[in-house]
Every structure is written in structure tokens, then in C-alpha cells.
């Protein structure tokens, strides 16, 4: 069965003060890794997708790498605007005919304070 | 705009009731899912739907029904049968890009309450 674990649960930091949440997934045969950003009462939205070890991508301030065991959101110099619940999910093995199934942490909820 | 839409954004219900959320995309998009999110859970597949027509079952899909007549529309019914209904409902759809990749956006949730 996929599961997947995300730490910390919450993390709270001061403007300009860099880190990193962490995605540690199993997975029978990894097809993607996906990461959201979601606000209180809203749909996530849509940030990266690494499809193997190695890869980086970047968005802003966000950047995202992948291991094979584990992903990481690497957060530089954060702003109150970034204070959102990251969540990240694997892709379940190829479904027949296509489509993609995925199976999610439960999120780090990130305050970033002035 | 292309997106997808759900509605209404906050339901109420008394117990015993059937009641159905509304799930649109314009996105062309072939595969539209629905996830139920409770508060210290990650988010669960209750259906998913990859044509016209055709459905299967996600992982917590008792209590629940839906329909995919059409491409662009997706609604979920949750019956009196679903124990636990009161939840925040998100519907989603994905594309298929180059290179076998895929990437999944959601609507903005519906919020049911049943009482």
C-alpha cells in the first residue's frame, strides 16, 4: 500500500528565515510526486510534479527536489504570503486506460511570522 | 477562464437526506476525481473518472454515487447510507501531458454539513 509522511505537522518561522518540509513516501514503482500549497478553506493548488531522483524544479521561492525515498520543500527567505498547509502526494501505479490516482500526506501547516 | 467549479461552496442537510455537489471543468481535461478531506487526514479518493461514461471506485466510496455523462461534468451524490458525510468535498480533473506526465488541479471544495 502507498503511504505517505510529511514533517513537520506545523512549522513556524520568521520572515527571511530559510527550511525545508519533508515528504518520505512508499510507493510500488514511483510515477510522480506532487506538491500543492493550500489555504484555509480553499482547493490546493497546484505547485510541482518530479518524476525521478535527481530532479529539482522552482517556483519563486519554492524549491523542490526528489530522492528516492523522500522529497523536499526547500523554502529561501519566506514571506507571510507563503503561510499555507503543503501537501504532498504520490502517484499510484499506472491505471488501466489512464488517469492518475494519488494518495496524499497530511500536509505541514506553515505560519511565517514578521 | 478555464477552471474547474464546484457548487454550492457550503451545503447544509439534515441527516436521512440524499444531496448532490456539483463538479465542472473547462479545462478538456479526460479524468476528473472526487477527494473528501477531514481535518488531520489527508485527503481520500471516494471516486475517479477517467471517459465519458465509465467510473470506478477510490478507496472510500461506500455511502456514495456519481455519474459522468458528460466530459465537463462530474457530480457526486452522498446518500443517507454515508455515516460520516459531514466533510470538505473536492472535485478535481487531469491532463495528460508529453512524455507520459500528468498534473491534477482542484476545484475550490464544497463544505457539507449534515446535522
Known amino acids: 500500500e502507498d503511504q505517505v509522511t510529511q514533517s513537520p505537522e506545523a512549522l513556524r518561522l520568521q520572515e527571511g528565515e530559510s527550511s525545508s518540509l519533508n515528504c518520505s513516501y512508499t510507493v510500488s514503482g514511483l510515477r510522480g510526486l506532487f506538491w500543492y500549497r493550500q489555504d484555509p478553506g480553499k482547493g490546493p493548488e497546484f505547485l510541482f510534479t518530479?518524476?525521478?531522483a535527481g530532479e529539482e524544479k522552482e517556483k519563486e521561492r519554492l524549491k523542490a527536489t526528489l530522492t528516492k525515498k523522500e522529497s523536499f520543500l526547500h523554502i529561501t527567505a519566506p514571506k507571510p504570503e507563503d503561510s499555507a498547509t503543503y501537501l504532498c502526494?504520490?502517484?499510484?501505479?499506472?491505471?488501466?486506460?489512464?488517469?492518475?490516482?494519488?494518495?496524499f500526506g497530511t500536509g505541514t501547516q506553515l505560519k511565517v511570522e514578521l | 477562464d478555464g477552471g474547474i467549479t464546484q457548487s454550492p461552496k457550503y451545503l447544509f442537510r439534515k441527516e436521512g437526506q440524499n444531496v448532490t455537489l456539483s463538479c465542472e471543468q473547462n479545462?478538456?481535461?479526460?479524468?476528473m476525481y472526487w477527494y473528501r478531506q477531514d481535518p488531520g487526514q489527508g485527503l481520500r479518493l471516494i471516486y475517479y473518472s477517467q471517459i465519458v461514461n465509465d467510473f470506478q471506485k477510490g478507496d472510500i466510496a461506500e455511502g456514495y454515487s456519481v455519474s459522468r455523462e458528460k466530459k465537463e461534468s462530474f457530480p457526486l451524490t452522498v446518500t443517507s447510507a454515508q455515516k460520516n458525510p459531514t466533510a470538505f468535498y473536492l472535485c478535481a480533473s487531469s491532463i495528460r501531458l508529453a512524455g507520459g506526465q500528468y498534473e491534477q488541479y482542484f476545484g475550490p471544495g464544497t463544505r457539507l454539513t449534515v446535522t
Open positions: 518530479l518524476y525521478s
Open positions: 479545462l478538456n481535461h479526460d479524468a
Open positions: 502526494a504520490v502517484q499510484a501505479p499506472k491505471v488501466t486506460g489512464g488517469g492518475n490516482k494519488l494518495t
